[in-house]
C-alpha cells in the first residue's frame, strides 16, 4: 500500500536540533513511518513565518532545506521531483513550502525554488502578503497581480498549488486560474467543523471538478467545533467528503509536528493504520481504502509534476 501525507512540520520542529528523522521525539520519525509497513511518501514543508524578514527569513529557509538533503541521504530517502520518482520502494520526500512570504512578491523565485526541488507550494499562511490575502488576513482579498502571474507560473512548471491558507476568494481566483489540479494539503470539512481553515461543500465540489483533494488534518480544532478529537471525527470528515464529492477527492494531510501533540487526533504516523481499520469496518473496500491512504494523491501528482 502506498500511503501519502500531504503535511508535516518537521523540519521546523528539527531547527536548532541534533536529532534527525533516524531518531527523534517527534510524531514524524523513521521508526512510525516502517511501523505502517507500507511505502510511504511524506510532503515536507518549509514554513518561515512572516514575522520573520530580510535576510533571516533566506537563512531559515535555507537551513530547513539543508536539514530536509541532509536527512534524505543519511537514510536513503527517495526526492519525489519528477513522475519517474512516484514509482518507489520504502520512505520518499516531496518538498513544499508553506507560505511565500519571504519571496516578498518576487514571482520569478519560483523557478529558484523549483530548481532547488519545491513540488508543493500554498501562497499564504493566515496572513496576507504580496501575493493574495491569507485566511486570517486583513479581509477577503484575493489574488494579485503577481499572486495570477505565480499560479500559471507554477502550472508552467509542474508545482502543485496548495489552498489551504489561503482566503475563500482566493481559494476562487486559483480555481479560476490554474490549468492544473490543486489541492487542500491539510483541510477539512467547514459543515463538519466550522473552522475558517476548513473547506465549504462549493469549495470541495471545485476541488474534485479540477482533479484535486483535500488532505484531512487530524488537528482537534479543524475536526470538532469544541472538545477533544479523535478517530472516529477523523473518519467523519472522510466519509462527509467522500459522499459531497467522491472517495477520489480526499486523502491525508496530518499537520504532524506542526500541532499540539496533545491536540492531535492521532499521535504518529503507525495510527494511520486505524483510520483505514475503520473505513473497512464501514464496508470501504481494498481499492476505496487505498484511494485515501494515497492513490488519490498519486494521481494528482502524475497530473502536475513534470
Avoid at 528523522?21 to 511501523?35: S, V
Avoid at 529557509?61 to 530536509?68: R, S
Avoid at 472517495?247 to 499537520?255: F, K, Q, R, S, Y
Amino acid at each position: 500500500m502506498y500511503i501519502v501525507d500531504g503535511h508535516c512540520d518537521t523540519l521546523l520542529a528539527l531547527m536548532g536540533k541534533k536529532e534527525g528523522l533516524n531518531k527523534n521525539n517527534l510524531q514524524i520519525n523513521l521508526e512510525n513511518i516502517k511501523a505502517t509497513n507500507s511505502d510511504y511518501l511524506q510532503f515536507y514543508a518549509i514554513f518561515v513565518s512572516p514575522s520573520i524578514k530580510g535576510e533571516k527569513a533566506v537563512s531559515t529557509f535555507n537551513e530547513m532545506y539543508d536539514i530536509f538533503n541532509r536527512e534524505c541521504k543519511l537514510n536513503n530517502i527517495n526526492k519525489v521531483t519528477k513522475k519517474e520518482n512516484l514509482i518507489f520502494k520504502g520512505h520518499s520526500a516531496l518538498l513544499s513550502v508553506e507560505g511565500l512570504y519571504f519571496l516578498n512578491g518576487k514571482y520569478k523565485e519560483l523557478d529558484n525554488l523549483y530548481n532547488k526541488g519545491v513540488r508543493c507550494v500554498s501562497l499564504t499562511w493566515n496572513g496576507d502578503n504580496e501575493f493574495s490575502g491569507g485566511i486570517l488576513g486583513k479581509g477577503d482579498e484575493g489574488l494579485s497581480t503577481l499572486g495570477k502571474k505565480l499560479v500559471k507560473r507554477a502550472n508552467k512548471l509542474g508545482i502543485l498549488l496548495d489552498v489551504s491558507h489561503i482566503t475563500d476568494k482566493g481559494f476562487w481566483d486559483i480555481y479560476d486560474i490554474s490549468k492544473a489540479p490543486f489541492v487542500a494539503t491539510h483541510s477539512n470539512s467547514r459543515a463538519i467543523c466550522s473552522n475558517i481553515r476548513n473547506l465549504d461543500n462549493t469549495m470541495l465540489r471545485a476541488i474534485e471538478k479540477k482533479g484535486g483533494l483535500a488532505g484531512i488534518n487530524v488537528y482537534d480544532a479543524f475536526l470538532k467545533n469544541r472538545g477533544k478529537a479523535h478517530l472516529k471525527d477523523i473518519v467523519k470528515h472522510i466519509e462527509y467528503i467522500a459522499s459531497t464529492t467522491s472517495i477520489d477527492t480526499v486523502g491525508l494531510g496530518t499537520d504532524f509536528d506542526g500541532i499540539p501533540r496533545d491536540q492531535s487526533a492521532i499521535d504518529s504516523p503507525k495510527d494511520i493504520l486505524l483510520v483505514f481499520e475503520e473505513l473497512a469496518k464501514l464496508n470501504y473496500t481494498q481499492e476505496q481504502i487505498e484511494k485515501v491512504a494515497g492513490l488519490n494523491y498519486m494521481r494528482v501528482l502524475n497530473k502536475v509534476l513534470k
